[in-house]
């Protein structure tokens, strides 16, 4: 299973390096064959030593090497600090920034070819999953439109956008509808992110087709980061 920790716009460098070395600790104690992301502000990446099955990668970077991008990071950037490992397609650049199904595809393109691990996230607004499943399945669809699903280092994260950061999560039944709908097409993990906690992550890990979540809010403690990827261990 994979664990992974979206600070989103939190955490300072100095915050984040004591975050890492205090959940580096615990991975080495707990003896797990489960994965921890963590997906730091690209201000704190850096160079860590870390346990082979603790990563850091990028929340977003654009798809360029180098060049004049004014207030992007390239892949110069990342490799600077070994990163292997990016989020494409958080709904939050999706419908705060602004990307387009079109852009993210080739940043997709872009890191698959760099051999990155992509976490590649989807997800449907409110308005679409009250119009019914047909739509919904629809709607995701057109989601990995562009996107290699036969890739290999993809990891997919299926986020309802009514489900972040509002305390809302999604039934088991309606992870559970949607998560095996994607396992008819893509054989790589599926992650399912929206309001996971301490609380509720032991039932939605319980689910099938679910091989481990995207934790925002609730990740940004480490202890209760811990907690989870322990019950991740046991589940
Ligand atoms: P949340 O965010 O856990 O705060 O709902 C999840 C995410 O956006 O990845």
Not at 42 to 69: C, I, M, P, R, Y
């Amino acid at each position: 299973m994979i664990i992974a920790a979206n600070f989103k716009t939190n955490k300072t460098r100095v915050q984040t390096r004591v975050y890492l070395e205090s959940l580096n600790a615990f991975m080495k104690e707990l003896n797990t064959a489960n994965t921890a992301m963590v997906f730091p502000p690209l201000t704190a990446l850096d160079s860590f030593e870390l346990e082979s099955n603790v990563k850091v990668g990028a929340q977003n970077a654009f798809s360029v090497e180098n060049g004049a991008f004014t207030g992007e990071v390239g892949l110069e950037q990342l490799e600077e600090f070994a990163v292997q490992t990016i989020l494409i397609g958080h709904s939050e650049r999706r419908h705060i920034l602004g990307e387009s199904q079109e852009e993210i595809a080739n940043k997709f393109n872009f890191f698959k070819e760099q051999g990155f691990e992509i976490v590649y996230c989807i997800g449907e607004p409110l308005e679409v999953r009250q119009e019914g499943n047909e739509a919904l399945v629809e709607y995701i669809d057109a989601q990995l439109e562009g996107i290699d699903l036969s890739y290999e280092k993809l990891v997919v994260a299926y986020e309802p956008v009514w489900a972040i950061g509002t305390g809302k999560v999604a039934t088991v039944h309606d992870i559970e509808l949607v998560l095996s709908n994607l396992k008819t097409k893509i054989s790589a993990p599926i992650l399912y992110g929206g309001s996971v906690k301490v609380a509720n992550i032991k039932e939605i890990l319980e689910i099938a087709s679910c091989d481990g979540a995207l934790v925002g809010g609730a990740s940004l403690d480490v202890e209760a980061f811990k907690q989870m990827i322990e019950i991740a261990k046991d589940t």
